[in-house]
């Protein structure tokens, strides 16, 4: 599935650029250490999207530290956490 397709889930703009990162088959703790590491390129115009295979909970803590936002669904290929900075107007 495309990663735009599962932009519907989220409050996300889909005029944004899409970093998607599927995490399903990753063993712990690729999923956490792959996210952050894409998130030092992540800017006002793109949101990074993990697809999981479990909630993320780890991640949650690291991301509320840096004052980045984040919206998490269950769907049935699995979690969905989109990430973005927040626009600053």
């Known amino acids: 599935m495309e990663p735009e397709a599962y932009l519907p889930a989220l409050d996300v703009s889909p005029d944004r650029t899409i970093d998607f990162l599927d995490a399903r088959e990753l063993p712990p703790p690729e999923p956490l250490q792959e996210t952050m590491t894409r998130l030092t390129d992540l800017d006002e ?9 479990r909630v993320p909970q780890f991640l949650f803590p ?28």
């Open 45 to 53: 115009t793109s949101v990074f999207v993990q697809l999981n295979d």
């Open 62 to 89: 690291k991301l509320d530290e840096r004052g980045i936002e984040y919206q998490t669904v269950e769907t049935d290929e699995g979690v969905l956490t989109a990430i973005w900075l927040p626009t600053t107007e």
